[in-house]
């Protein structure tokens, strides 16, 4: 069984960077399909980006295209998420996920961390 835990949220201005990390507990992290979801209060838990097995391949949002960029780290066991230019709709609590097959749907994740929050102000 998977362990994730989020790390690097904090508070930031309008055009600042934030970057995150989750670190895994499973030697098999390099099997997994990785991604980062946010979620805002009121809404529902939305798909940030995603890296296949190997850094193969990665994947956005629209909303976060050209902004942030995801990538992983087989040996630490650790995926990263690089957050460039945050706008204050960026605000959400982030979770990173596991996943045997890659997709944009949250039901298709079974392994979750607890979240890290990042509020950008304006």
């Known amino acids: 069984q998977v362990q994730l835990a989020e790390s690097g949220g904090g508070s930031v201005q309008a055009g600042g960077s934030l970057g995150l990390s989750c670190a895994a507990s499973?030697?098999?992290?390099?099997?997994?399909?990785m991604g980062w979801f946010r979620q805002a209060p009121g809404k529902e838990r939305e798909f940030v980006a995603g890296?296949?097995?190997?850094?193969?391949?990665?994947y956005y949002a629209d909303s976060v295209k050209g902004r942030f960029t995801i990538s992983r780290d087989d040996a630490k066991t650790t995926v990263y998420l690089q957050m460039n230019s945050l706008k204050p709709e960026d605000t959400a609590i982030y979770y990173c996920?596991?996943?045997?097959?890659?997709?944009?749907?949250?039901?298709?994740?079974?392994?979750w961390g607890q979240g890290t929050q990042v509020t950008v102000s304006s």
């Open positions: 890296i296949t097995r190997s850094s193969g391949s990665t």
């Open positions: 996920a596991a996943a045997s097959v890659g997709s944009i749907r949250p039901n298709t994740y079974g392994y």
């Open positions: 499973e030697r098999t992290f390099s099997s997994y399909y």
